[in-house]
T-cell receptor, first 121, second 113 residues
Framework: EAGVAQSPRYKIIEKRQSVAFWCNPI?????LYWYQQILGQGPKLLIQ????????DSQLPKDRFSAERLKGVDSTLKIQPAKLEDSAVYLC???????????????????FGPGTRLTVT | AQKITQTQPGMFVQEKEAVTLDCTYD???????LFWYKQPSSGEMIFLIY??????QNATEGRYSLNFQKARKSANLVISASQLGDSAMYFC??????????FGPGTRLSVLP
């Protein structure tokens, strides 16, 4: 079974430029997550999709970040314009079942991609 | 609100010895799941072990076991017979009913030869 794919793996941009990240989840996984992981911290959820609908985007800085999941499969996360504090690793994860209607089922386990390391200079 | 606390920024352990990584959590949900992930320098998050709040027994997965003390709200990870390849960041995470994943700040484990 192929894992979660992300590209690019690394990106360096100047502040005020725009950037886009791509994620392809595990086949059949209904739920897709984007996390931001700043160096030395744990991942922070930015947005969660169930199929092609947004379930939670409460921590997404909507003035500069946007995300979409067309056709309920691939997803893109965009930053425009980038700021220095956006330097982080952006992780994509997917899970088989929706992740908001129960807390004790292992089926909600998330599978992570390798991440995209963004450096804003 | 959910919160995960990992009080050990860094830990050292001698190869072949056991090590315990601490995790405490805070939630008002009666039903929740606790997870441990390993993140090597390559960056990918690797699932290690899961404990459900209603599970009667502590979870075990090979060399990993979870010391679950519900009343104390702790879910410590025990790694037995440490290997050099265990050197990595370790994150404790939880997800409650109707909530999303919350991760702790992580503990960096270094295994010494």
């Amino acid at each position: 079974e192929a894992g979660v794919a992300q590209s690019p793996r690394y990106k360096i941009i100047e502040k005020r430029q725009s950037v886009a990240f791509w994620c392809n989840p595990i086949s059949g996984h209904a739920t897709l997550y984007w996390y931001q992981q700043i160096l030395g911290q744990g991942p922070k959820l930015l947005i969660q999709f169930q199929n092609n609908g947004v379930v939670d985007d409460s921590q997404l800085p909507k003035d500069r970040f946007s995300a979409e999941r067309l056709k309920g499969v691939d997803s893109t996360l965009k930053i425009q314009p980038a700021k220095l504090e956006d330097s982080a690793v952006y992780l994509c994860a997917s899970s088989l079942v929706p992740g908001t209607d129960g807390g004790s089922q292992r089926e909600y386990e998330q599978y992570f991609g390798p991440g995209t390391r963004l450096t804003v200079t | 609100a959910q919160k995960i606390t990992q009080t050990q920024p860094g830990m050292f352990v001698q190869e072949k010895e056991a090590v315990t990584l601490d995790c405490t959590y805070d939630t008002s949900d009666p039903s929740y799941g606790l997870f441990w992930y390993k993140q090597p320098s390559s960056g990918e998050m690797i699932f290690l072990i899961y404990q459900g709040s209603y599970d009667q027994q502590n979870a075990t997965e090979g060399r990993y076991s979870l010391n679950f003390q519900k009343a104390r709200k702790s879910a410590n990870l025990v790694i037995s017979a440490s290997q050099l390849g265990d050197s990595a960041m370790y994150f404790c995470a939880m997800r409650g009913y109707g909530q999303n994943f919350v991760f702790g700040p992580g503990t960096r484990l270094s295994v010494l030869p």
